[in-house]
């Protein structure tokens, strides 16, 4: 059964380290996607820096840094989502340490399209 792999961080920094872990791993494509958190848009809106219903949340987005990174990555092998999880955390430390980030997997039942890929 193929896994969905997700990890989000706030350490936006190292976002590009885990990309090129997970690629050298085997990963055979990781898609990047900028985060903000829920919380963070709230506090701006009501900080006085947005005033209420004067932007739309796309436009308090377009006008703020993202809060933190999601990486996704879409394999059919177990044993390479134990060498991912491994590769985050020699970069990022012990997922399970706050303010690392949350590293998750998601059984798919059907996936179509994935390519092998070899490690380089």
Known sequence: MAKLVIMI?????MVRRIGDAW???GAPGIT???????????NLSTAGEVLPGALSMLEIVREN????M?????????ILVDSLQKET???LG?????????????DVERAIGI???AAP
């Not at 012990?94 to 998601?106: K, L, S, Y």
């Open 32 to 42: 990047v996607i900028e985060g903000y958190g829920l919380q963070r848009l709230a």
């Open 70 to 78: 999601v990486l996704l990555t879409l394999v059919d092998d177990a």
């Open 115 to 117: 390519q092998r890929h």
């Open 23 to 25: 690629h050298h791993a």
């Open 94 to 106: 012990d997922m399970r340490a706050p303010n690392n980030g949350i590293f998750f997997v998601i």
């Open 89 to 91: 955390e020699s970069i």
């Open 65 to 68: 840094e993202p809060t933190s």
């Open 9 to 13: 961080t706030a350490q936006i920094e």
